[in-house]
């Protein structure tokens, strides 16, 4: 059983920055993937970004291509993902995911069924 908390979400004018971070613990594998979600009112839920704990490539989607930067801290089993330039159409809730079964690659992105743990949720609201 894996435990996942989320931190770091609040409220930000357009064009700041925050930082989110999720805390995974309990019976976590040695390698696996993780990512960060988010759900818009009334929408599924969807992927932000993916990683692969034991490796160095990332996956972003399009619409936080060269503006979210997701990595991990092995050592406190952290992962984190920093949003920069923000836009309103970036408010949301966002959540942290995690699964070893799920094949870590951009296909996780749209696998949000595939994942079996997940945190609560961190709101993110991005004023204009």
């Known amino acids: 059983q894996v435990q996942l908390v989320e931190s770091g979400g609040g409220s930000v004018q357009a064009g700041g920055s925050l930082r989110l971070s999720c805390a995974a613990t309990g019976n976590t594998p040695t390698h696996y993937c993780m990512g960060w979600f988010r759900q818009f009112p009334g929408k599924e839920r969807e992927g932000v970004a993916i990683l692969y704990t034991g490796g160095s490539k990332r996956w972003y989607a399009d619409a936080v291509q060269g503006r979210f930067t997701i990595s991990q801290d092995g050592a406190k089993n952290t992962l984190d993902l920093q949003m920069s330039s923000l836009k309103p159409e970036d408010t949301a809730m966002y959540y942290c995911?995690?699964?070893?079964?799920?094949?870590?690659?951009?296909?996780?992105?749209?696998?949000?069924?595939?994942?079996?743990?997940w945190g609560q949720g961190t709101h993110v609201t991005v004023s204009s």
């Open positions: 995911a995690a699964d070893w079964r799920v094949p870590c690659s951009d296909y996780a992105l749209r696998s949000v069924a595939d994942f079996a743990y």
